[in-house]
């Protein structure tokens, strides 16, 4: 495919980097995994996760390459100082970062890219590739209940989720980065608001690279009617 992707009407476009940040247990690993299946059902190899590298333990759920690349410090400060990230954080004490080329490539292939990032790396997209950035604040409806989720994920200890909870407060005060808000109550609910979102930023005019050629092929047709 060429560098841009068909979009609605068969006009081309630009692929969209797609942002979901949340605290810790607000659901936004829960709402990535049905969105890209929806996704990619509706149409294959629409939407590409961005996975990150981390020096956090692996969680006995996740598998290696798939939910992260994990990563020693070391190998993390490597890839980091040859510039291979697009963006990076410590978060919660470990470190994250988005590799660069693979979300370069989707994007060239027209694809969108689904990004779980913090807040911190969110700021550094913005102010490398804003135009393309879609960001998305995922919000649990309580205290109460974001604790109870990542109780119920039972795969963090007590501990840590503490830690998670007290850097809540710095995350939900950076609301204002973002482009959009949702409180996620229902995950069926907040998967469809997600698509929706999705669904109108895909035919924004800035994205639609086709839509000047479409208008003046339009342009010539109107005036050939007329003569
Ligand atoms: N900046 C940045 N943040 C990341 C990256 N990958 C994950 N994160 C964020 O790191 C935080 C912790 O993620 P994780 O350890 O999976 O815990 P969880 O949020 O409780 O599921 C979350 O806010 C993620 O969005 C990344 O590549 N860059
Ligand atoms: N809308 C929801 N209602 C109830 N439980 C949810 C909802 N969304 C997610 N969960 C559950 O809450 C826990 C934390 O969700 P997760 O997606 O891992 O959050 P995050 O990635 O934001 O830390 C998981 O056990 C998940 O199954």
């Known amino acids: 495919m060429s560098n841009d992707a068909m979009g609605a009407g068969g006009i081309a476009r630009r692929g969209l980097i797609l942002i979901l940040s949340s605290p810790s247990g607000a659901g936004k690993t829960s709402i990535s995994r049905y969105l890209l299946q929806e996704e990619n059902e509706a ?29 020693t410090v070391r190998q993390f400060e490597t890839l980091r ?39 911190q790396g969110t700021l550094q997209v913005l102010g490398k590739m804003r135009e393309d950035v879609v960001a998305v604040f995922i919000l649990p409806p309580s205290a109460a209940e974001q604790r109870a989720r990542l109780e119920r994920r039972a795969e963090d200890s007590a501990e840590v989720i503490r830690r998670r909870l007290a850097n809540a ?59």
Request: aromatic content about 8%.
């Open 81 to 119: 100082d040859q510039g291979e990230l697009l963006e990076w954080a410590e978060v919660h004490g470990n470190f994250y970062g988005t590799p660069r080329e693979p979300v370069e490539a989707a994007l060239a292939a027209g694809r969108d890219v689904l990004f779980d990032i913090d807040w």
């Open 43 to 71: 149409q294959p190899g629409a939407m590409h996760l961005s996975v990150s590298v981390t020096t956090r333990p692996r969680r006995p759920s996740e598998v290696d390459g798939v939910h992260y690349r994990f990563l």
């Open 169 to 227: 407060r710095t995350e939900i005060a950076h609301w204002p980065d973002y482009d959009y808000a949702i409180i996620n109550r229902d995950l069926d609910e907040s998967v469809k608001q997600v698509r929706a979102i999705l669904r109108a930023e895909r035919v924004r005019c800035r994205r639609l690279s086709g839509l000047a050629d479409f208008i003046r092929t339009l342009d010539q047709e109107l005036a050939a009617q007329l003569d």
